[in-house]
């Protein structure tokens, strides 16, 4: 098994849609990459919070036997963010950000964590995310995320970062945005051309299209009966399909359009309740039944 490193936030978070509320529960891009992760391989974290930071949060991350040594807690608040959806769910309305201590966070690389063998750098500053890059040894593969934000406030930097990084995973309005065209084939050459090797575009309820090398290969979202609410599904996809390789050792084509669908498979639940408490009761069994629901969904025989 491969050592995966996530660089990201830890959060508290406030979200309302048409079917329920959350208040100040579990949230942050590192909370949501790591919990999907932990279910197919070991997950280190590096992050901050307050002193605020409830205890039970650290508890339920511990349970899933994610290393928490680089997570520092400062004087001060945690990062919080409050938003709404409409019942179209595909993009959230921010209402509120307070950074807090995230607003002053430098990532510190722990001695124990500078040789990942997967590396993760989820949705900040691309300045911060190249200083994580310089602290470690070249992993095996670096994926990151990034958001219109940094697209449109630093461009220069995310173009610098995407030179070392291997997998880029954006949604299909920031892979518009990073490419300065609407069609996605035409933005993916753009992007790939820029340095990372495999683009993978989130599309929400329209599945994931992933581009490597000279091939296409496209993943459904799964037909649920039950979505409230989509905030983390990206950073779970994410975790998902990270954490599918590292258990597997294995970055071959093949595997990464398995780890595509292991990601769909963490974001599906991921959505199907607020914050992670839907991953907080799942079952190893239920991922690999929903595995196979995936590959039933798209096999058909030859003509």
């Not at 807690?73 to 919080?80: A, H, I, N, S, V």
């Not at 009966?225 to 994410?238: H, L, N, S, W």
Request: proline share 4%; hydrophobic share 45%.
């Amino acid at each position: 098994m491969l050592q995966l490193l996530v660089v990201g936030s830890v959060a508290l978070d406030t979200v309302k849609t048409p079917f329920g509320e959350g208040h100040e529960v579990l949230g942050g891009s590192a909370s949501y990459f790591s919990t999907a992760a932990s279910y197919f391989a070991k997950v280190n974290l590096i992050a901050v919070v307050g002193e605020d930071f409830p205890e039970s949060h650290l508890a339920f991350l511990r349970r899933r036997e994610i290393d928490l040594a680089g997570l520092e807690r400062r004087p001060g608040r945690t990062f919080r963010w409050r938003g709404e959806y409409s019942y179209q769910l595909n993009e959230a309305k921010t209402l509120e950000t307070q950074l807090n201590v995230f607003e002053t966070f430098r990532p510190q690389v722990p001695a124990a964590y500078r040789s990942p063998d997967l590396l993760f750098l989820a949705n900040i500053d691309p300045e911060l995310q190249h200083d994580v890059l310089r602290q470690v040894k070249r992993p095996r593969l670096v994926a990151c995320d990034t958001m219109n934000f940094w697209i449109d406030g630093k461009r220069d930097a995310l173009a610098r970062l995407l030179k070392d990084v291997d997998v880029l995973i954006v949604n299909d309005g920031e892979a518009r945005a990073l490419g300065a065209d609407p069609n996605l084939v035409k933005v993916a050459r753009t992007i790939r051309a820029a340095g990372p090797k495999t683009l993978i575009i989130k599309r929400g309820e329209y599945g994931v299209l992933m581009f490597h090398h000279d091939r296409v290969f496209a993943a459904p979202a799964f037909p649920l009966e039950q979505v409230k609410d989509p905030t983390g599904a990206g950073d779970c996809f994410a975790g998902g399909f990270m954490g599918y390789l590292a258990s597997t050792g294995n970055l071959g084509d093949e595997a990464l359009c398995r780890a595509v669908v292991c990601g769909s498979v963490m974001a599906s639940f991921a959505v199907e309740e607020f914050s992670l408490d839907r991953l907080r009761r799942l079952d190893y069994k239920e991922i690999e039944a929903r595995f196979k629901e995936f590959k039933r969904l798209t096999f058909f025989e030859d003509i």
